[in-house]
């Protein structure tokens, strides 16, 4: 699908050089999405070395746009920055699975960094008062995405807690608020960088409570065609014969549970 860009805001300010980016295109023609799922997203025009597309989570999908947020990481992203309302973009999607689900399950929201933006979309879709555990440090002040209402939405429904700069306090919170969730029968949803991720499972596992990650690996194409994404899994998954196994995270995932998976 081609969509139209309709403004591109910068937003987590650091020592004035913006690092994140809401991307907010025009709505795509879509019949149904659920959080977690993502968009493979090209800008139109790119020369042939930038001939991939990346892959975003979708972060909110409305009446009137579908949000995408990106932090500035290498050249395709720098690229990306430099989109202006009006240019054209390729999008392909909704790919790949989507979050759990459980209304009457204590569910814990754990997102690092950029890894927001999953939990936009699934605190607007299922409202509830989810406890949203946020790892952007000293690098991003709570509440300043740049959408109001998303802001406003999640400061009302949730609560949330900025995580110590100091790592071995950051996971002991971690491991603290997941034991909690472990004794209440809850479930973990958690997005965020690899280190993060391999933190989040290894504290899942010890602690024993449902938890399912969204992975962020390189993609190229989105849909199993490249091989370019495949991840390690944890024995006897998917294949019961085969101690440890391999499937492509965009066809298979980006959501696993945490014992489906190694690192
Ligand atoms: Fe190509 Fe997954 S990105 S197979």
């Known amino acids: 699908t081609e969509l139209k ?17 809401a991307l ?10 659920a959080p977690g799922q993502f968009v493979m997203l090209r800008p139109a025009g790119w020369a042939l070395d930038m001939l991939w597309a990346r892959p975003f989570s979708i972060c909110r999908v409305s009446r009137r746009d579908l949000v995408i947020f990106f932090q500035v990481v290498g050249r395709g992203t720098r690229r990306l ?32 960094g950029i890894g927001i933006a999953p939990f936009i979309g699934y605190v607007h879709e299922h409202p509830k008062p989810w406890n949203v555990w946020m790892d952007f440090g000293h690098r991003m002040p709570l509440g300043c995405y740049p ?32 034991a909690e969730f472990a004794e209440k029968q ?37 849909v199993g065609a490249c091989l370019g994404c495949v991840c390690r899994t944890t024995e006897k998954w998917p294949d019961p014969a085969k101690a440890e196994g391999r499937v492509q995270t965009c066809t298979s995932g980006p959501i696993f549970w945490a014992d489906q998976i190694t690192f």
């Open 81 to 112: 920055a430099e989109l202006h309302a009006g240019d054209t973009v390729h999008v392909w999607g909704p790919l790949g699975n989507s979050f759990a689900v459980e209304p009457d399950t204590p569910t814990l929201l754990l997102a690092g």
């Open 5 to 21: 860009v309709l403004d591109l805001v910068p937003f987590g300010l650091t020592s004035g050089e913006a690092r994140f980016y």
């Open 186 to 222: 809850g479930l973990v949803l958690a997005c965020g960088p690899t280190p993060f991720l391999k933190t989040v499972r290894d504290l899942a596992l010890h602690h024993g409570v449902r938890t399912q990650l969204s992975l962020e690996t390189r993609m190229a194409c989105g």
């Open 147 to 178: 959408f109001d209402s998303i802001s406003d939405r999640i400061m009302a429904d949730t609560h949330m807690e900025e995580c110590p700069e100091d790592l071995q306090k950051f996971i002991d919170l971690l491991g603290s608020r997941m």
């Open 24 to 33: 907010r295109l025009e709505r795509p023609d879509w019949g149904t999405w």
